[in-house]
């Protein structure tokens, strides 16, 4: 019977399959044995890569997933009497079903911003409580790079809310699911919008740029990390086989693999975008920055254009719909959705 569900989508990066160098790093790091739990070669590979990019001082450890790189990190450095400032759009907001409450008992306090950024005069009405007991005390703004809505922080944006940030006590966390794609965005170095930005700790995406699985939390103060392998572990995310995750980030931090991803998936994105814009009854909504392209569709055309090529709505009232590329995204991908699309809105 032939599978009627598309080669490839526009719902997420995540539904990407693996990059063939990192598939291969994979296969050679299964030969032979190597001690468990990240005493291995690969990892200390891995991990002077990582130092390579952000600094020999940086703090590296290796996780399975995203929402448990956000959750242990910001467990690292909370108590639960403090609070996360974050957009109302973040992935720690709406997409981790209540981890990082659960987990850190911090509250969360959401910003209402268009575009998923948060500028750092939307900080100053939460330093009220600071010092009064009957109030959660803020303790981390944290901000997704690239945002959810596809947009990047500039390293001047970054620099301004990590000022606000210390100079009232509080640090600044980066869920860098796509930093990789804002890096490549914005054609600067990772630790331009990182360490060089004030940023204090980063969940480092990988599953979203080329990898199977595996993400990193990135500490650039030693001191924030002192009893974080206790956390880790405790946290469920302590790989015992951790050589197959540091094998790929060796694959994607070696040549640049990680920027030549994240730079063709958002080429896909920006070609995307430009077809889209020529169809009169579509509207982009959102800049273009990384690799994701929001735009209003008609409502009744949706499900018709879904039955060939899955893709999100992300605003049910609106009809605003998401359309993510990949690092496996193709041109003639995008030139059989675009023409669909054609055909179904004529």
């Known amino acids: 019977m032939k599978n009627s569900k598309p080669s490839r989508s526009f719902a997420s990066d995540n539904n990407a399959g693996v990059h063939a160098r990192v598939m291969e790093a994979m296969a050679a790091a299964n030969d032979g044995h190597v001690i468990a739990y990240g005493d291995d070669p690969y990892t200390a590979r891995a991990v002077k890569l990582f130092r390579d990019h952000f600094g020999k001082h940086a703090e590296v450890y290796f996780v399975f997933g995203g929402t448990g790189a956000n959750v242990l990190g910001l467990k690292a450095v909370t108590q639960p009497y403090h609070a996360i400032i974050c957009a109302e759009t973040a992935h720690i907001n709406v997409d981790e079903c209540g981890a990082p409450e659960k987990f850190t008992g911090c509250k969360l306090l959401s910003v209402a911003t268009p575009d998923g ?113 206790y956390t880790r572990k405790q946290g469920t995310h302590l790989p015992s086989k951790m050589r197959f995750i540091s094998a790929q ?91 669909l699309v054609k055909r179904t809105l004529k």
Do not use: C
């Not at 010092?131 to 703004?141: A, D, K, L, S, T």
């Not at 809310?161 to 965005?185: F, K, P, Y």
């Not at 889209?276 to 254009?305: C, D, H, M, S, W």
């Open 249 to 339: 980030f060796e694959a994607l931090l070696t040549n640049e693999l990680w920027r030549q991803n994240a730079e063709h998936a958002n080429r896909m994105a920006q070609l995307l975008a430009d077809e889209l814009r020529k169809i009169p009854q579509i509207e982009i909504t959102q800049k273009v920055e990384a690799n994701g392209v929001f735009a209003l569709v008609p409502k009744k055309y949706i499900p018709i254009l879904q039955k060939q090529y899955f893709f999100y709505v992300w605003n049910e009232e609106t009809s605003e719909v998401r359309l993510m590329t990949s690092f496996d995204t193709t041109e003639d991908d995008l030139k059989d959705f675009v023409d």
């Open 117 to 229: 950024k948060i500028r750092s005069e939307q900080i100053r009405p939460f330093l009220h409580g600071v010092g009064f007991e009957h109030h959660v005390q803020p303790r981390v703004i944290s901000v997704s790079q690239a945002t959810e809505m596809g947009t990047v922080y500039t390293p001047r944006e970054l620099k301004s809310l990590s000022s606000i940030a210390h100079e009232n006590g509080m640090l600044l966390h980066v869920d860098g699911a796509r930093i990789s794609n804002a890096a490549a965005s914005l054609k600067v170095k990772l630790r331009a919008i990182t360490r060089d930005a004030g940023v204090d700790i980063l969940s480092f995406g990988g599953a979203k740029n080329g990898m199977m699985y595996g993400e990193a939390v990135v500490f650039f103060d030693q001191n924030l990390a002192r009893d974080f392998k």
